[in-house]
């Protein structure tokens, strides 16, 4: 064996010898990287979802007051209408100017919040009674018969909006357990 082996050897060999170590080193470092970096994707997926249910929450119990002041106000308004008999006459002045008003002011409410509702099922549903009770000035409902069916229309209608802001509620907290 030559003489310049031996010599080159053990440094050939130390060389080599660091690069595999740092090599070893970097590709372990790499992979705890990747771990870390998924580990910090996926808090912040987390925290997404966390704080877009939360807000979707604050805003469907905001929304469901509104929309239980619209639905109050409106059934008011309706039974003031009345249908023109001795039984259930229509109430005129002052108080039917009162409801009204309130009328016009949750449809309002109403209105403007509609569009932070995420879920668009319950938008839609919620839209479909807003323009039901949408006043612009002018008694929209018909009196008598026609009314009273309107004002039950309007229940059930009503109720269905209930029923889908209650469910998403309730799969709101059931995906948080």
């Not at 690069?19 to 994707?41: K, P």
Request: proline share 3%; aromatic share 10%; hydrophobic share 40%.
């Amino acid at each position: 064996m030559p003489t310049w082996l031996t010599a080159v050897l053990p440094v050939a060999s130390a060389l080599l010898g660091a690069a595999g170590a740092f090599a070893g080193i970097w590709f372990t470092q790499s992979r705890q990287d990747r771990r870390e970096q998924q580990a910090r994707d996926h808090e912040r997926a987390k925290a997404i979802v966390e704080r877009r249910e939360q807000f979707e929450l604050e805003h469907l119990v905001e929304f469901n007051a509104l929309f239980r002041a619209l639905h109050h106000a409106a059934s008011h308004y309706f039974w003031l209408m009345g249908d023109g008999t001795e039984a259930h006459p229509r109430t005129e002045g002052e108080e039917w100017e009162s409801a009204r008003e309130s009328v016009r002011g949750a449809y309002e409410s109403v209105i403007s919040q509609i569009g932070f509702v995420l879920d668009d099922t319950i938008r839609e549903c919620a839209r479909s009674v807003a323009a039901d009770v949408q006043f612009r000035g002018v008694p929209h409902p018909q009196f008598g018969a026609a009314g009273r069916a309107r004002a039950r229309e309007l229940d059930v209608k009503c109720v269905e909006v209930y029923e889908r802001l209650s469910a998403r509620v309730r799969e709101i907290y059931a995906n948080r357990l």
